[in-house]
């Protein structure tokens, strides 16, 4: 008879990192562990463990781990809180020997660049009329177009910025549906910029 796999599959190898730190001398701290799925990046990707925290009256798979991550050889610059993906059986430790030749970064790879991102962007359409119409009735100057000023969360990997006052963005935010996936569909459809 043959054998039938019932349930979700998975392409996790390894343990949870519950297991790994559970059975090391003062919890891991300063061993490097990696996790499976970031392996298949060229640039190393790594956790160097900082502090080990256990949860109470939680998943007894879960852990709570403070450490300096490098991701795709880029350092972060802040220690992180690794405790919601800990329970994932993908993590795996590196023996002491091969940490040095594991976390070397490959220099001659080119950083990526910084992006700098626009401060304001155009209102959508009807929200811009609107704004003009309320302008006009004020009396107020309808020749300057309203703005939308913008707030972007902070990112952890420190490749993305908000441009300062007066500086030019490299990347362009640009009003419209961008392009369907079935252009057909609107093929008969006139639209009004």
Not at 34 to 50: A, G, H, N, Q
């Given at each position: 008879?043959?054998?039938?796999y019932i349930?979700?599959?998975?392409?996790?190898?390894?343990?949870?990192?519950?297991?790994?730190v559970?059975?090391?001398k003062?919890?891991?701290?300063?061993?490097?562990?990696?996790r499976?799925?970031?392996?298949?990046?060229p640039?190393?990707?790594?956790l160097?463990?900082c502090?080990?925290e256990?949860l109470a009256n939680e998943?007894?798979?879960?852990v709570r781990?403070?450490?300096e991550?490098?991701?795709?050889?880029?350092k972060y610059?802040?220690?992180?809180e690794?405790?919601?993906?800990?329970?994932k059986?993908?993590?795996?430790?590196i023996?002491?020997?091969?940490?040095?030749?594991?976390?070397?970064?490959?220099?001659?790879?080119?950083?990526?660049k910084?992006k700098?991102l626009?401060?304001?962007v155009?209102?959508p359409?009807?929200?811009r009329?609107l704004?003009l119409?309320d302008?006009?009735?004020?009396?107020?100057?309808v020749?300057?177009?309203?703005?939308?000023?913008?707030q972007?969360n902070?990112?952890?990997?420190?490749?993305?910025?908000r441009?300062?006052?007066?500086?030019?963005p490299n990347v362009e935010?640009?009003?419209?549906?961008?392009?369907?996936?079935?252009p057909e569909?609107?093929a008969?459809v006139?639209?009004?910029?």
């Amino acid at each position: 008879m043959p054998i039938k796999y019932i349930g979700r599959t998975t392409s996790f190898k390894g343990k949870t990192l519950w297991e790994i730190v559970g059975n090391l001398k003062n919890f891991g701290v300063g061993r490097i562990v990696v996790r499976s799925v970031f392996e298949r990046y060229p640039e190393p990707s790594y956790l160097k463990i900082c502090k080990v925290e256990g949860l109470a009256n939680e998943d007894p798979r879960k852990v709570r781990v403070w450490a300096e991550k490098v991701f795709r050889g880029r350092k972060y610059p802040k220690i992180v809180e690794v405790c919601s993906v800990s329970y994932k059986a993908d993590y795996r430790l590196i023996p002491k020997d091969e940490e040095e030749e594991y976390c070397k970064t490959q220099s001659h790879l080119p950083l990526e660049k910084v992006k700098i991102l626009p401060r304001t962007v155009p209102f959508p359409p009807l929200l811009r009329e609107l704004i003009l119409a309320d302008r006009r009735a004020k009396g107020e100057d309808v020749t300057k177009e309203p703005e939308m000023e913008i707030q972007y969360n902070e990112s952890r990997d420190g490749l993305s910025r908000r441009a300062q006052e007066g500086e030019v963005p490299n990347v362009e935010f640009e009003p419209g549906i961008g392009v369907p996936r079935t252009p057909e569909l609107y093929a008969s459809v006139k639209r009004q910029l």
